[in-house]
């Protein structure tokens, strides 16, 4: 290990400036770089954590991991206990990557964070970290001069660098002199040297950058980097590095990392301090029906997301989980209500972000139906049949199993459909053996959407399923709950949230202790080319939606407009969720929700998050782009 030299001071040595390389790069191959971002487990232990520190003082936080410790919060009572265990965790890793690699590869933002490494910067880590093998960047940098107060790197010197024996020549400022496009050209440039001299690791998945180590902040605005809400460099995915002039927060000209690179690190500390930032981390790791997704929300990292939160950034998460301790006596204790509430925040947070890699190995499995993705208990399941043919026969067993559970369970088995080709999908329930083993008197059927026309019409919702499913099964007419049609649209949504709420307080449909919402057994929906699920709409105001059980449309996009549909709290509240998506329509769709991360705007379908499990049923086609 090195030591600490006396000698070695950054005012003395100027850092190294990247500057444009008369080498020949090969460009690396641009493969999904979406692959990374689904190999997470949503399923997640969370434990009181004992931090030990160096000063010896025990500092409990939240913790919050998946089964594989690849995607962890902790919470932590003052930022000071933040620092400590910041500063353990990279130099921990600093020892893995020194060891593993020879070189270490660490970014950092600018803002609060470098303050929050100040402990790096004392006994034991100034002496024992091998900073000489350290290799320094910046996830953004404001375009001034480098003695500038607003220059990202004076900050990291002033607080950081100086105080440690990083050499010179193995931390890269941007250079100053040039424009903001310049500089994030001339700083790609540099970063593509360094992997062409194996300094930084490439992702062999995403063909970008892979850094050992980002450090970052985020801003009240639920801003990383220099990558702002609703700016277009959120979608960028080709360029390494960019540049921004119109930056809302000052000074405007900066250069940043962007999300391809951002997104293939081996590791990523997301460090958060202050109340300021409290209602962002609640939209990012709570369960928010928020149609706005922060930049925040978009990281997602080939290997660990680390969050470091403090007490006030975390306090809206508590809050919450408060909540639910006073509104929920029944629940045994304090620990178990905050336990059920993480989880289902992380099951949210995560829900979108699933499981790539393991179809892809699935598919290479050979087999009719490839199963892929299915995270460690099973809450989250993709499922890729040869054909549509396969796809009916799975989900009748499916069906079946599920009702033949609730039957047993409950004495009544609360299944709800959706319109489109999902009826034809089931159609296997109506043929032996299941259209007499099934206990049919124990279904109650309800619609997740109807269009506010005549039953009898061919837009109907419900003659669609009585013609293709109700009339082929024996169902207890009083059963089977149609809209009130004689009604219209907002009468026909109160109307239907009335009888939900009946059934509820008989006890037909269950409630989840969760959300206070309808728990319903089943939910067989399908998934329209844009997204959209129920009659939930890509970017309209009902995604919103977090009071009513079920509201209505007036100006839905595809015809006709007047509808009723379950709002998200309801369909996240369900037991089970059967996803069926077949044939060429939506292969863009599919390949969005499941395939793709940097996704700034969520498409409906990836706001799908029931209780309990979500399962994709998937053909071949409808999962063709998954597998390119
Ligand atoms: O402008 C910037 O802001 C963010 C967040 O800063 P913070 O002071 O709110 O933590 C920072 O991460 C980024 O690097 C910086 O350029």
Same mark, same amino acid.
């Given at each position: 290990? #090195?030591?600490?030299? /006396?000698?070695?001071?950054?005012s003395?040595?100027?850092?190294?400036?990247?500057?444009?390389?008369?080498?020949s790069?090969?460009?690396?191959? $641009?493969?999904?770089?979406?692959?990374?971002?689904?190999?997470?487990?949503? /399923?997640?232990?969370?434990?009181?954590?004992? +931090?030990?520190?160096?000063?010896s003082?025990?500092?409990?936080?939240?913790?919050?991991?998946? $089964?594989?410790?690849?995607?962890?919060?902790?919470?932590?009572?003052?930022?000071?206990?933040? %620092?400590?265990?910041?500063?353990?965790?990279?130099?921990?890793?600093?020892?893995?990557f020194?060891?593993?690699?020879g070189?270490?590869?660490?970014?950092?933002?600018?803002?609060?964070?470098?303050?929050?490494?100040?402990?790096?910067?004392?006994?034991?880590?100034?002496?024992?970290?091998?900073?000489?093998?350290?290799?320094?960047?910046? @996830?953004?940098?404001?375009? @001034?001069?480098?003695?500038?107060?607003?220059?990202?790197?004076?900050?990291?010197?002033?607080?950081?660098?100086?105080?440690?024996?990083? !050499?010179?020549?193995?931390?890269?400022a941007?250079?100053? #002199?040039?424009?903001?496009?310049?500089?994030a050209?001339?700083?790609?440039?540099?970063?593509?040297?360094?992997?062409?001299?194996?300094?930084?690791?490439?992702?062999?998945?995403? *063909?970008?950058?892979?850094f050992?180590?980002?450090?970052?902040?985020?801003g009240?605005?639920?801003?990383?980097?220099?990558?702002? &809400?609703?700016?277009?460099?959120?979608?960028?995915?080709?360029?390494?590095?960019?540049?921004?002039?119109?930056?809302?927060?000052?000074?405007?000209?900066?250069?940043?990392? +962007?999300?391809?690179?951002?997104?293939?690190?081996?590791?990523?500390?997301?460090v958060?301090c202050?109340?300021?930032?409290? /209602?962002?981390?609640?939209?990012?790791?709570?369960?928010? $029906?928020?149609?706005?997704?922060?930049?925040?929300?978009?990281?997602?990292?080939?290997?660990?997301?680390?969050w470091?939160?403090?007490?006030?950034?975390?306090?809206?998460?508590?809050?919450?989980?408060?909540?639910?301790?006073?509104?929920? !006596?029944?629940?045994?204790?304090?620990? /178990?209500?905050?336990?059920?509430?993480?989880?289902?925040?992380?099951?949210?947070?995560?829900?979108?972000? $699933?499981?790539?890699?393991?179809?892809?190995?699935?598919?290479?499995?050979?087999?009719?139906?490839?199963?892929?993705?299915?995270?460690?208990?099973?809450?989250?399941?993709?499922?890729?049949?040869?054909?549509?043919?396969?796809?009916?026969?799975?989900? %009748?067993?499916?069906? #079946?199993?599920?009702?033949?559970?609730?039957?047993?369970?409950?004495?009544?088995?609360?299944?709800?459909?959706?319109?489109?080709?999902?009826?034809?999908?089931?159609?296997?329930?109506?043929?032996? !053996?299941?259209?007499?083993?099934?206990?049919?008197?124990?279904?109650?059927?309800?619609?997740v959407?109807?269009?506010?026309?005549?039953?009898?019409?061919?837009?109907?919702?419900?003659?669609?399923?009585?013609?293709?499913?109700?009339?082929?099964?024996?169902?207890?007419?009083g059963?089977?709950?149609?809209?009130?049609?004689?009604?219209?649209?907002?009468?026909?949504?109160?109307?239907?949230?009335?009888?939900?709420?009946h059934?509820?307080? +008989?006890?037909?449909?269950?409630?989840?202790?969760?959300?206070?919402?309808?728990?319903?057994d089943?939910?067989?929906? *399908?998934?329209?080319?844009?997204?959209?699920? =129920?009659?939930?709409? &890509?970017?309209?105001?009902?995604?919103k939606?977090?009071?009513?059980?079920?509201?209505?449309?007036?100006d839905? !996009?595809?015809l006709? &407009?007047?509808?009723? +549909?379950?709002?998200?709290?309801?369909?996240?509240?369900?037991?089970?969720?059967?996803?069926?998506?077949?044939? &060429?329509?939506?292969?863009?769709?599919?390949?969005? =929700?499941?395939?793709?991360? =940097?996704?700034?705007?969520?498409?409906?379908?990836?706001?799908?998050?029931?209780?309990?499990?979500l399962?994709w049923?998937l053909?071949?086609? =409808?999962?063709?782009?998954?597998?390119?």
């Open positions: 290990m #090195a030591t600490a030299s /006396s000698s070695l001071t950054f003395t040595s100027l850092p190294k400036f990247c500057r444009p390389y008369s080498i790069i090969t460009p690396p191959p $641009q493969v999904s770089v979406y692959f990374k971002k689904l190999s997470i487990s949503s /399923s997640l232990k969370i434990s009181k954590r004992t +931090t030990t520190r160096a000063s003082m025990a500092s409990s936080g939240i913790t919050t991991i998946d $089964q594989n410790n690849k995607k962890a919060v902790e919470v932590f009572d003052t930022e000071e206990d933040l %620092a400590v265990s910041l500063a353990k965790y990279t130099a921990d890793l600093s020892d893995k020194a060891k593993e690699r070189a270490f590869t660490v970014v950092v933002s600018g803002g609060s964070l470098i303050k929050s490494l100040r402990k790096l910067v004392e006994a034991p880590y100034v002496d024992s970290i091998d900073w000489s093998k350290w290799q320094v960047f910046w @996830v953004d940098e404001r375009v @001034v001069p480098k003695d500038h107060p607003d220059s990202n790197y004076k900050l990291a010197f002033d607080g950081f660098l100086s105080k440690v024996p990083i !050499p010179p020549g193995n931390v890269y941007i250079n100053d #002199a040039l424009s903001s496009e310049g500089a050209d001339d700083y790609e440039t540099c970063l593509k040297h360094l992997v062409h001299t194996g300094v930084i690791n490439i992702s062999s998945l995403s *063909g970008f950058p892979k050992d180590l980002m450090l970052v902040g985020m009240p605005d639920g801003h990383v980097a220099s990558l702002f &809400p609703g700016h277009p460099l959120l979608k960028e995915n080709q360029k390494w590095v960019t540049h921004i002039t119109d930056s809302p927060k000052p000074p405007p000209e900066r250069i940043t990392f +962007t999300f391809p690179v951002i997104n293939s690190s081996a590791h990523i500390a997301l958060v202050g109340a300021g930032k409290a /209602s962002i981390v609640q939209t990012a790791l709570g369960k928010s $029906q928020d149609s706005e997704v922060f930049p925040v929300q978009m990281v997602s990292p080939e290997g660990e997301l680390k470091f939160l403090d007490k006030d950034a975390a306090s809206k998460l508590r809050e919450d989980s408060r909540l639910l301790a006073e509104n929920l !006596p029944a629940l045994p204790q304090k620990r /178990s209500i905050r336990t059920a509430y993480l989880q289902d925040c992380f099951c949210c947070y995560w829900h979108r972000v $699933q499981l790539f890699k393991r179809f892809v190995c699935c598919c290479k499995a050979k087999s009719s139906s490839s199963s892929f993705m299915a995270d460690q208990n099973n809450k989250k399941v993709v499922k890729v049949y040869d054909t549509e043919q396969d796809v009916a026969v799975s989900l %009748a067993k499916y069906v #079946a199993d599920l009702s033949a559970k609730f039957a047993k369970e409950r004495g009544s088995f609360t299944v709800v459909l959706s319109g489109g080709y999902l009826i034809d999908n089931i159609r296997k329930l109506t043929e032996p !053996p299941y259209v007499d083993s099934v206990e049919w008197s124990k279904w109650h059927v309800f619609w959407d109807e269009r506010v026309v005549p039953r009898n019409h061919v837009d109907s919702n419900y003659k669609l399923a009585f013609d293709g499913f109700l009339s082929k099964v024996p169902i207890p007419a059963q089977v709950y149609a809209i009130n049609d004689a009604l219209s649209a907002e009468g026909a949504a109160e109307d239907y949230q009335t009888v939900l709420k059934l509820v307080d +008989t006890g037909v449909l269950a409630k989840s202790s969760v959300t206070g919402f309808p728990k319903f089943l939910m067989l929906l *399908g998934m329209g080319p844009d997204g959209h699920v =129920a009659s939930l709409f &890509p970017g309209h105001p009902l995604l939606e977090n009071v009513k059980w079920v509201t209505h449309i007036m839905s !996009p595809k006709p &407009p007047q509808r009723i +549909t379950f709002t998200f709290p309801v369909i996240n509240s369900s037991a089970y969720i059967a996803m069926v998506v077949c044939g &060429p329509g939506e292969v863009d769709a599919v390949y969005k =929700a499941l395939g793709k991360t =940097a996704n700034p705007e969520l498409l409906p379908v990836q706001r799908v998050t029931p209780e309990e499990e399962r049923f053909d071949k086609v =409808a999962a063709s782009k998954l597998q390119e």
